[in-house]
């Protein structure tokens, strides 16, 4: 059986970590803090769009701010050309 993040991975998914600031109605004073990790697809972000609509929907709390990074984790290697020969014996 294969590893679903792996699959999603090699069809062009990375790593996305979102930063979710929010104010909770029993406490609008505290800034709050989640952390969201989800393969999703940069720069549209489908998967992450998709749960801040469900947040926005269905949780009683005002999101604040949303910092986003992005990590393709599988991607081609890079190449450089050196000049020169390394002898091996």
């Not at 699959?7 to 969201?36: C, K, M, N, V």
């Not at 929907?57 to 604040?64: K, P, Q, S, T, Y």
Request: net charge negative; hydrophobic share 45%; charged share 20%.
């Amino acid at each position: 059986m294969v590893d679903r993040a792996f699959i999603a991975q090699l069809q062009g998914y990375g790593l996305t970590t979102a930063e979710i600031h929010y104010y909770r109605p029993d406490a609008p004073s505290l800034l709050q803090l989640f952390l969201w990790q989800e393969y999703d697809l940069a720069p549209d972000f489908p998967v992450l769009f998709d749960f801040l609509d469900h947040w926005r929907r269905e949780i009683e709390a005002a999101l604040h701010s949303v910092r986003i990074a992005h990590e393709q984790l599988i991607r081609p290697s890079e190449w450089r050309a050196i000049d020169g020969i390394i002898s091996i014996q």
